[in-house]
């Protein structure tokens, strides 16, 4: 076995756990009785693959996460929020149950004759209206969202840590909407103002299990898309700072 | 009759039935009514819809003489007066047949809380059937709510299932 294989293998054994700092160059040779230059090259295409990161003057240690296919990326999605640091205020405008009227069957992929949780929330800034959100979950994917406060609590994070249900896609769709008389109102604008609106399809596994649509007001806070690659920790956010 | 029967053991769950907030249009409710009954040809008893407000709590019901009624026109509605003539007063039905296209459509974008039956009683799950009846009986209902503590709405008591129990006391005896 080439000692690029001897080494993976302890990582993948977890042998050599996260965190771990691997023995010198010289330690190695020594080990393995190979020369230098086969142990430099070996961890050099170990470090290409993100096995083990290199430290300059600390040394050599096995990366957080092993990617196992360098064409696969690991990536959380992150709900659509605002930055912590800005002061957000949330009024919860509905926390109910209908049916899936219009195109809402289609949207949230069930049947016509399905309970729906919907949730409508104001979020201001400064006091001032900013975003509103509606969400729509069928009332079969998580029963006790009906009664949660969802004026502290994200729904993300609600759905994830405290029910377990792990969200593992997001579509998200951007357009720009005209205004109707009661998003109007909640956004002080006119009726038939143009706003951007974004909706998003969360998926748990192949199941659909939330349909959320945020209508934003223009200026004030700009959407950033923000994508991290880091190994084994990529991100996808999405969150709105102030311009 | 059996005196330990109480409103929960025969109330129903409140999924049974849709549910709607009170914002939407008469002609939403009819494709709601469409799709969980008449397609799929599930015909409960009654067949209603139940309205809800923006906090979940219970405000009324619509059963579909309800939405019929909400797309008459306005002057079709009897008055004290147009009872005398009852066979006048059906021939009516010629007026809203001819404005039908116009009119009725343009009822059916009016909310349903205009059209629906508030829900004024209630009744506790530990309480008698004969309460529940004796509320259907002089209120003309035929489904009622069923309210823990005056609040949490947690099922529905229907006049199909208090007829099932008093006349099965009627025929043991």
């Not at chain 1, 009024?91 to 195109?103: G, K």
């Not at chain 1, 199941?207 to 991290?228: A, D, H, N, V, W």
């Not at chain 2, 709590?57 to 009624?69: A, E, F, R």
């Amino acid at each position: 076995m080439q000692l690029y294989e001897v080494i993976r293998k302890k990582i993948e054994d977890k042998e050599w756990s996260v965190g771990f700092q691997i023995p010198t160059e010289q330690e190695l040779c020594e080990d393995f009785k190979v020369s230098r230059a086969t142990v430099r090259s070996a961890i050099l295409e170990l470090v290409g693959q993100g096995y083990l990161t290199r430290q300059q003057g600390k040394g050599t240690f096995v990366s957080k996460k092993v990617i196992a296919n360098k064409l696969t990326m690991f990536t959380t999605f992150g709900e659509l929020f605002i930055e912590a640091e800005i002061d957000v205020a949330t009024d919860v405008l509905a926390q109910t149950i209908m049916m899936p009227v219009d195109d809402l069957a289609d949207k949230l992929n069930i049947s016509g004759d399905k309970h729906i949780i919907y949730i409508k929330r104001l979020r201001k800034v400064d006091n001032k209206p900013i975003l509103i959100q509606e969400t729509y979950i069928p009332f079969h994917i998580c029963p006790p969202l009906l009664e949660e406060n969802v004026q502290k609590n994200s729904l993300f994070e609600l759905l994830e840590k405290r029910y377990g249900i792990q969200i593992t896609g997001v579509r998200n769709y951007f357009d720009v909407t005209y205004l109707d008389a009661d998003e109007g109102r909640l956004l002080d604008l006119s009726e038939s103002s143009p706003a951007l609106v974004l909706t998003q399809h969360f998926f748990s596994g192949g199941t659909q299990i939330m349909y959320m649509r945020s209508i934003k007001q223009p200026g004030r806070l700009e959407l950033l898309i923000e994508f991290e690659k880091k190994i084994g920790d990529d991100r996808m956010n999405f969150k709105f700072s102030k311009l | 009759m059996s005196k330990s029967k109480v409103v929960k053991d025969l109330m129903i769950d409140v999924f049974e039935y849709p549910h709607v907030p009170y914002w939407f249009t008469i002609r939403q409710v009819i494709k709601i009514i469409k799709v969980s009954f008449i397609s799929s040809k599930k015909y409960p008893e009654p067949l209603a819809i139940l309205v809800f407000d923006e906090k979940y709590n219970l405000m009324g019901t619509i059963v579909l003489k309800d939405i019929l009624s909400g797309l008459e026109p306005r002057f079709m509605r009897p008055t004290e007066k147009a009872q005398a003539y009852i066979q006048e007063e059906a021939e009516l039905s010629i007026i809203w047949d001819t404005l039908f296209n116009t009119e009725a459509k343009n009822l059916a974008e009016k909310p349903v809380s205009e059209i629906m039956v508030p829900a004024k009683y209630f009744v506790e799950p530990d309480d008698s059937i004969t309460k529940a009846a004796y509320l259907m009986i002089h209120h003309d209902l035929v489904l009622l709510p069923v309210l823990e503590n005056k609040k949490k709405f947690v099922g529905l008591i229907r006049l199909v299932e208090i007829f099932d129990e008093i006349s099965n006391a009627i025929l043991k005896e």
